[in-house]
């Protein structure tokens, strides 16, 4: 059964389990259509894209709304969320307010629709100037264009930096959270252990506890890989005890290692959610089945532990 969480400090309940659109753009419209569909039926009608997915700017946007052409009925079914801020002609970050707006308003036209549920700030910009970001917040949300904004792979500071100015709340910070990549876990778990690299805190440490006390949802990018892009961990041969264990309560909870590796991050009390990355209806179904799945304490810490971080 899929679990609600509220979206940051609003009203609204979302799924624990997000459907990324990163790898649409060469599906044809009947396996975009077979997907989207796929992910309905598992209960999972949130969708995540960004300007940047695809060969050309909002490309994946795009073949989402050529293949699906939702009716406005339907559009209100579901909640669209987009990212803005990276710009892939000599690679950069821009947080402007031209920047922010325009890029908006071409995700409204790419997606065929006349707002974003969700509008996120894909990467920190070193030269942002939160008065911009705030202008172009309240042009977004007077105008009606976006309903909620956030951000993803910010730290706390870099989030208190926007607040100076932003006065509409952060619902969501989206980050790179796995079992085996899990420091913004793990730093809480080993702090104050002299030469245990977990115990380092980096400019992201607090993260958690942070989203915690301000209300932030945390949603999980590339759940599934080892570390940054270099595969995912199921049958990765430098996780032997992982996969064991992660055999061993799929057959207990009767699904699969990827609603046991879903599990680890819902069972989370943050109420994080799961960015999925998959285009296979099934695999969407596999992560799906892990939405509610009450992992004891005792089988979250093994799998941490089994990661290879340390549990003292």
Known sequence: ?????????????????????????????????????????????????????????HGCERRFSEALRLSSAERDEITLQTKTGIVADDWHFDHSYEHIVTSAEESLQALGT??????????????????????????????GKVRAFGVSNHTPRQIDLLKTAVTQPIVANQVQLSITHSTIVAQGLAANMAGEDDSITRDGGGLVDYSRINRITLQAWSPFQKNFFDGVIFGAPEYPELNELLDRLAAKYDVTP???????ITRHPAHMQVVLGTTNPQRVADAAAGSDIPLTRAEWYGLISAAGHKVP
């Open 114 to 143: 006349d707002r974003l549920d969700v509008l996120l700030l894909h990467r920190p910009d070193a030269l942002v100037e939160p008065d911009e970001v705030a202008r172009a917040f309240d042009h977004l949300e007077s105008s």
């Open 1 to 57: 059964m899929m679990r609600l969480v509220p979206l940051g400090p609003t009203d609204q309940q979302v799924p624990n389990v997000v459907a990324g659109m990163m790898r649409i753009e060469e599906m044809t419209d009947e396996a975009i259509r077979d997907l989207y569909e796929g992910c309905r039926a598992a209960g999972v009608d949130f969708f995540d894209h960004a300007d940047l997915y695809g060969s050309s700017r």
């Open 258 to 264: 990827t609603a046991i590796a879903t599990a680890w």
